[in-house]
């Protein structure tokens, strides 16, 4: 098990606003993730960059800011099937590609990821 967060060992601020930027370029693109996600992203991007901060191990701004993160609770107004489950993640790939986010770091945080994104399934495929 490595010494420190995984946010400090991905680099910190600086790293995760360029991933987070990148994914949501990403998603506004992805035509499964389109019809759910607000068009003008900034705010939805503001609060991701301070959820995933704390979610790696870095300053918890997101609970500051907005109370516990009850995440599956916050995803059930949106329909979610395994399908868009499965773009969010490929969305977040592709930006770890593009920002060269590489390593062990970030094996385990896709294992964090893709665990977390499983969990947010709340309808079954039509
Ligand atoms: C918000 C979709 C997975 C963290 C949202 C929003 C949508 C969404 C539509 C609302 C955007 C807005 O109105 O601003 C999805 C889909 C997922 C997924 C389709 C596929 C499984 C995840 C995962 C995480 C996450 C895995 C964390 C690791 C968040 C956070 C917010 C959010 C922090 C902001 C909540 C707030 O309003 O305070 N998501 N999401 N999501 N999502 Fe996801």
């Not at 107004?77 to 868009?84: A, W």
């Not at 993640?89 to 593009?98: G, P």
Request: charged fraction near 25%; aromatic fraction near 8%.
């Amino acid at each position: 098990k490595q010494q420190g967060s995984l946010y400090e060992a991905i680099g910190g601020r600086y790293v995760l606003d360029r991933l987070v930027d990148a994914f949501y370029s990403n998603v506004s693109n992805h035509p499964d993730l389109i019809p759910i996600f607000p068009e003008d992203l900034t705010e939805t991007a503001r609060k991701q960059k301070q959820f995933l901060t704390q979610f790696l191990g870095g300053p918890k701004h997101y609970t500051e800011e907005h109370g516990h993160p009850m995440l599956r609770a916050r995803h059930l107004p949106f329909t979610i099937t395994k399908t868009r489950a499965m773009a969010w993640l490929s969305c977040m790939e592709d930006a770890m590609d593009e920002i060269e986010l590489e390593g062990p770091a970030r094996e385990e945080i896709m294992q964090r990821l893709t665990m977390t994104a499983r969990n947010m399934i709340n309808t079954p495929e039509d």
